[in-house]
């Protein structure tokens, strides 16, 4: 069984720093990648990062290129989201997710989902 299970989001100023943390069931380690997605009200979903088990591959959307970091903690098997010089516009909830498709920087390729957690980043 797979399970995804986030933490770490928040109410946080402009500017500011937050860690979104995902613990994976082992099961997730067959997957092709792992994904920190965000959903925004009134608008779609979107990648903003994702990161394959097998080696240092990333991917980060445009909109948060140079302000978040994604990393796996295998040992713990966990995975991260930093992210840093947070925007107003960065408020959504984020979700972590495992893929099974090389195309992980597309929501659709996603399978299994945590629950999400609600960020908010304040003017």
């Known amino acids: 069984q797979v399970q995804l299970v986030e933490s770490g989001g928040g109410l946080v100023q402009a500017g500011g720093s937050l860690r979104l943390s995902c613990a994976a069931s082992r099961r997730t380690f067959s997957s092709y990648a792992m994904g920190w997605i965000r959903q925004a009200p009134g608008k779609e979903r979107e990648v903003v990062a994702a990161i394959r088990w097998s080696n240092t591959n990333t991917y980060y959307g445009d909109s948060v290129k140079g302000r978040f970091t994604i990393s796996r903690d295998n040992a713990n098997n966990t995975f991260y989201l930093q992210m840093n010089s947070l925007k107003p516009e960065d408020t959504a909830v984020y979700y972590c997710?495992?893929?099974?498709?090389?195309?992980?920087?597309?929501?659709?390729?996603?399978?299994?989902w945590g629950q999400g957690t609600q960020v908010t980043v304040s003017s």
């Open positions: 997710a495992a893929s099974y498709s090389r195309t992980y920087y597309r929501t659709e390729s996603y399978d299994y």
